[in-house]
């Protein structure tokens, strides 16, 4: 079906009977399928939106029409009633508004976008982030509404006021919005404790994508395509500990708009295929929201405490000895970070020869470490290889499509990462020797192991894996020396830690 006859079955430029006939036969349709509807879930909606070839802002439209008892009209207007209050604190932060962390950048922006486009030259993104960015200093002058928090309220209030400079109709506008909402209470729910991931960023991100593809003419699937692309970066984010330090929280909502847009032309002008349901994304990503933040949360209040804004009038109720303990905390954390990053610098590869050898698979971690690994056994084995067992941590387990292809490869034929050719024939090679494999899961982090039994003297690598094709060796046989000195005849670079 083209584009032009979706926009016409969709009920679009209908009069208003026919508009209230159209949603009304929807919802009729709707819960003939026994669609729980006041509980849809995003992966339902965009269901149902493909089964009946409308758009998925009309699902979330006839959901609330039945489950509110309204009219198409009503819920297009209590929509604009629910973005009223942001939209206005958005005007004081374009306007006059002064923000602690931001200071007048709203302003300021809104004088360059007068003369230029300011960020990446298409006026309506630029617009978008501006306003996206107008209205956090509107929520420090004045408050905003939240949805999950007021993160992605910064973002979808600078979405609806970007969508409301367009040609699109208000209505049209309305049944974005629509669609933003729908997508923003159900992060509400899903949000149980800091992280920008179920809010700013990654709220405002899967808001973008969609609003953005379905106003661009994508279909329901590509809307759910944009929204996975658009939360996959986004996942584990905090950001509650930064976001009294200045500046930091500009490039979380500034950066949701440019994810969204990102993410929506991936969906709109690539054949990327995405095969995870948009419910299953959302699920993690509550789920990892959920026990990250904490962890990360307490690491970024390590570092980032000695930049926090901070206001004299509170600070004169907390005890003498608690600010003084503070003070000395945060003078130690420059230090400390200096530290941290010069042990990185004096084991960094010079930038004459920065890079390591190539790796097929598409991943330094998931197939560099542990193909160099399988490299490093092979050297250690003599006579003829009758069995090889290889043990991978849950992440490398999972992945073992694309690791157990380079471990053979290394192990078997004592090739590198880079040797594409070995690593697609591996497989057929192995089968051939009748070389037995037995691959098992560790569910301690990071370990690696593989075992070589063979004809005249076995081998074995106990590793633990670590980015950019290091290994960290913990054991070997025949022995521990042996393998350091074969690691370093391959250019295998050995991490200390």
Same mark, same amino acid.
């Given at each position: 079906?083209?584009?032009?006859?979706?926009?016409?079955?969709?009920?679009?430029?209908?009069?208003?009977?026919?508009?209230?006939?159209?949603?009304?036969?929807?919802?009729?349709?709707?819960?003939?399928?026994?669609?729980?509807?006041?509980?849809?879930?995003?992966?339902?909606?965009?269901?149902?939106?493909?089964?009946?070839?409308?758009?998925?802002?009309?699902?979330?439209?006839?959901?609330?029409?039945?489950?509110?008892?309204?009219?198409?009209?009503?819920?297009?207007?209590?929509?604009?009633?629910?973005?009223?209050?942001?939209?206005?604190?958005?005007?004081?932060?374009?306007?006059?508004?002064?923000?602690?962390?931001?200071?007048?950048?709203?302003?300021?922006?809104?004088?360059?976008?007068?003369?230029?486009?300011?960020?990446?030259?298409?006026?309506?993104?630029?617009?978008?982030?501006?306003?996206?960015?107008?209205?956090?200093?509107?929520?420090?002058?004045?408050?905003?509404?939240?949805?999950?928090?007021?993160?992605?309220?910064?973002?979808?209030?600078?979405?609806?006021?970007?969508?409301?400079?367009?040609?699109?109709?208000?209505?049209?506008?309305?049944?974005?919005?629509?669609?933003?909402?729908?997508?923003?209470?159900?992060?509400?729910?899903?949000?149980?404790?800091?992280?920008?991931?179920?809010?700013?960023?990654?709220?405002?991100?899967?808001?973008?994508?969609?609003?953005?593809?379905?106003?661009?003419?994508?279909?329901?699937?590509?809307?759910?395509?944009?929204?996975?692309?658009?939360?996959?970066?986004?996942?584990?984010?905090?950001?509650?500990?930064?976001?009294?330090?200045?500046?930091?929280?500009?490039?979380?909502?500034?950066?949701?708009?440019?994810?969204?847009?990102?993410?929506?032309?991936?969906?709109?002008?690539?054949?990327?295929?995405?095969?995870?349901?948009?419910?299953?994304?959302?699920?993690?990503?509550?789920?990892?929201?959920?026990?990250?933040?904490?962890?990360?949360?307490?690491?970024?209040?390590?570092?980032?405490?000695?930049?926090?804004?901070?206001?004299?009038?509170?600070?004169?109720?907390?005890?003498?000895?608690?600010?003084?303990?503070?003070?000395?905390?945060?003078?130690?954390?420059?230090?400390?970070?200096?530290?941290?990053?010069?042990?990185?610098?004096?084991?960094?590869?010079?930038?004459?020869?920065?890079?390591?050898?190539?790796?097929?698979?598409?991943?330094?971690?998931?197939?560099?470490?542990?193909?160099?690994?399988?490299?490093?056994?092979?050297?250690?084995? +003599?006579? *003829?290889?009758? &069995? /090889?067992? $290889?043990?991978? @941590?849950?992440?490398?387990? =999972?992945?073992?499509?694309? !690791?157990?292809?380079?471990?053979?490869?290394?192990?078997?034929?004592?090739?590198?990462?880079?040797?594409?050719?070995?690593?697609?024939?591996?497989?057929?090679?192995?089968?051939?020797?009748?070389?037995?494999?037995?691959?098992?899961?560790?569910? +301690?982090? *990071?370990?690696? &192991? /593989?075992? $070589?039994?063979? @004809?005249?003297?076995?081998? =074995?690598?106990?590793?633990? !894996?670590?980015?950019?094709?290091?290994?960290?060796?913990?054991?070997?046989?025949?022995?521990?020396?042996?393998?350091?000195?074969?690691?370093?005849?391959?250019?295998?670079?050995?991490?200390?830690?």
């Amino acid at each position: 079906m083209s584009q032009k006859r979706r926009k016409g079955k969709a009920g679009m430029g209908k009069t208003a009977p026919q508009k209230e006939k159209f949603f009304k036969d929807l919802t009729a349709k709707m819960k003939k399928t026994g669609a729980p509807l006041g509980k849809l879930t995003l992966g339902e909606v965009i269901d149902l939106a493909e089964k009946f070839r409308v758009k998925a802002s009309h699902i979330v439209i006839s959901e609330a029409m039945e489950v509110h008892r309204l009219t198409h009209d009503e819920v297009i207007q209590a929509v604009f009633e629910a973005f009223k209050f942001n939209l206005l604190s958005l005007e004081v932060g374009l306007s006059k508004g002064e923000s602690f962390l931001l200071g007048g950048i709203g302003r300021r922006l809104s004088g360059l976008k007068k003369k230029r486009t300011v960020f990446i030259g298409d006026r309506f993104i630029d617009n978008a982030v501006i306003y996206t960015l107008a209205a956090e200093v509107g929520n420090h002058q004045m408050g905003l509404q939240p949805c999950a928090g007021t993160g992605d309220s910064c973002v979808t209030a600078g979405l609806m006021k970007a969508l409301l400079e367009t040609r699109l109709s208000r209505e049209r506008v309305g049944q974005i919005g629509a669609l933003i909402v729908k997508i923003g209470v159900l992060f509400k729910e899903g949000k149980k404790t800091t992280g920008c991931n179920m809010e700013g960023f990654g709220a405002g991100a899967a808001s973008a994508a969609a609003a953005l593809t379905e106003m661009r003419g994508g279909s329901p699937r590509d809307v759910a395509r944009a929204m996975v692309l658009a939360l996959s970066p986004t996942i584990a984010v905090p950001c509650t500990p930064r976001v009294i330090v200045s500046g930091l929280c500009a490039t979380h909502i500034g950066g949701a708009v440019l994810i969204g847009n990102l993410a929506s032309n991936l969906a709109l002008k690539t054949a990327l295929r995405v095969d995870v349901d948009i419910d299953v994304m959302m699920a993690m990503a509550a789920s990892v929201h959920a026990n990250a933040a904490p962890v990360i949360t307490e690491i970024n209040l390590e570092y980032m405490r000695p930049y926090f804004k901070k206001e004299a009038e509170v600070e004169k109720y907390v005890a003498p000895g608690v600010r003084e303990e503070e003070a000395a905390k945060s003078a130690r954390v420059l230090a400390k970070a200096r530290e941290e990053m010069r042990r990185l610098a004096e084991t960094a590869n010079p930038l004459t020869s920065p890079f390591g050898d190539a790796v097929v698979g598409g991943s330094s971690i998931a197939v560099g470490s542990p193909t160099n690994m399988g490299r490093i056994a092979h050297e250690l084995y +003599e006579g *003829e290889i009758r &069995k /090889i067992s $290889i043990g991978l @941590t849950t992440d490398l387990f =999972a992945r073992r499509a694309i !690791n157990v292809p380079g471990i053979l490869m290394g192990a078997v034929l004592g090739a590198s990462t880079k040797d594409i050719k070995a690593y697609h024939r591996v497989l057929k090679e192995v089968a051939e020797k009748g070389i037995e494999v037995q691959i098992y899961h560790i569910p +301690e982090p *990071e370990v690696q &192991k /593989i075992t $070589i039994e063979a @004809t005249e003297t076995n081998a =074995a690598v106990n590793s633990l !894996n670590r980015g950019g094709g290091r290994v960290k060796l913990v054991d070997a046989q025949p022995s521990l020396a042996t393998a350091v000195e074969v690691a370093g005849r391959l250019g295998i670079k050995l991490a200390p830690t």
